[in-house]
């Protein structure tokens, strides 16, 4: 069965961290990525990583968030520091066999995706 599984979401003032958690089974993901949607807005990609070494970041997370990867546990991290209030949405895993370059952000290009877990930071 395949099958992507989220967790770590939760509430946290602004400035504060969270980390979330991705676990992928059924199949051995070659990319992972983070996705969030906000209320009224267009889902975003946050953070991909392609096998465990080449990461990429949409340029409002740079400097704060940090993907990272347990290869064997097809396992994907976002680390997430400073939080603001504008980080608030669902957030949520997509993992392929593919990777899909300077397009990774595009969440139509992602096959397996997770049910997702809420952030929520406030002022």
């Known amino acids: 069965e395949v099958d992507v599984v989220e967790s770590g979401g939760g509430s946290v003032q602004a400035g504060g961290s969270l980390r979330l958690s991705c676990s992928g089974s059924?199949?051995?993901?070659?990319?992972m990525a983070w996705f969030r949607q906000a209320p009224g807005k267009e889902c975003e990609g946050v953070a991909g990583?392609?096998?465990?070494?080449?990461?990429y970041y949409v340029d409002s997370v740079k400097d704060r968030f940090t993907i990272s990867r347990d290869y064997g546990k097809n396992t994907v991290y976002l680390q997430m520091n400073s939080l603001k209030p504008e980080d608030t949405a669902m957030y949520y895993c997509?993992?392929?066999?593919?990777?899909?370059?300077?397009?990774?952000?595009?969440?139509?290009?992602?096959?397996?995706w997770g049910q997702g877990t809420q952030v929520t930071v406030s002022s």
């Open positions: 990583i392609y096998y465990s070494e080449s990461t």
């Open positions: 997509a993992a392929d066999m593919s990777w899909y370059g300077d397009h990774w952000y595009e969440p139509a290009k992602w096959n397996y």
């Open positions: 059924g199949l051995t993901y070659t990319s």
